[in-house]
């Protein structure tokens, strides 16, 4: 249950009822997850659908690039709806469930796809570190260009909002789903709520032997 009262469209004032309209007519479709609570504010929800919907829509990276930036998001805060819907995006997108599976429970995910591997460890070193290693975001630059660099930052922090929103005010999965996500051990020795993530692999190589 949420901690504060949801959206409805049963109740909206006018300027709810804008936003509300913008979001159902473009490539959402519906008013999920932390809109349900942004509405409270429509100007905060307006500049939010719009800023979100170009991050998620469009961005020069390919969509299983973006959906793997955010499962990572999602899975270092816990955030059970924010799995949920973009693991299932992700695998429309092209993600392979074994990827999935190995961030979901906290293991080592082994990529043959090096621009995976890169966008993987760019997202979770930056959820973990709070910065990004050198190499790792040269091959990205080199790969996206400037402007494909900047938008992956931005996923992964614009996600990260959503992640916050959606624990913090406890929005809720649908009724029929379960919470997806289990805890998981930490690795570190830091007394932390939260998991900390596994480095990659490809081809059975750590993609960095720095920690």
């Known amino acids: 249950m949420a901690r504060i009262p ?3 469209p049963d109740s909206m004032t006018a300027e709810q009822e804008r936003v509300y309209r913008a979001v159902v ?12 609570a942004a509405l409270h504010r429509p100007e905060l929800a307006d500049r939010w659908q719009r800023f979100g919907e170009i ?15 955010i499962v990572v998001t999602a899975r270092r805060w816990n955030s059970q709806l924010e799995w949920h819907i973009h693991a299932e995006a992700g695998l429309r997108a092209g993600l392979s469930q074994t990827t999935l599976d190995a961030i ?8 043959e796809d090096l621009e995976e591997a890169d966008i993987y460890e760019f997202a979770r070193q930056l959820q973990q570190t709070g910065d990004v ?3 790792v975001y040269q091959r990205v630059m080199h790969r996206w260009g400037n402007v494909g660099v900047v938008e992956l930052g931005a996923v992964i922090g614009y996600y990260t909002l959503v992640s916050m929103t959606l624990n913090v005010h406890q929005i809720p999965l649908p009724d029929d789903v379960s919470p997806p996500l289990e805890p998981i051990l930490h690795l570190s020795e830091v ?19 720095s920690q």
């Open 55 to 69: 991050l998620r829509y469009g961005t020069t990276l390919p969509a299983r690039l973006t959906e793997l930036a």
């Open 133 to 135: 290693e050198e190499n």
């Open 104 to 111: 979901k429970t906290g293991a080592h995910p082994a990529f």
């Open 6 to 8: 949801l959206f409805s």
């Open 25 to 36: 007519d473009g490539p959402r479709g519906t008013v999920v997850g932390p809109l349900r």
């Open 191 to 209: 007394d932390e709520a939260l998991p900390t993530l596994a480095r990659c692999t490809v081809a059975g190589e750590a993609v960095s032997k």
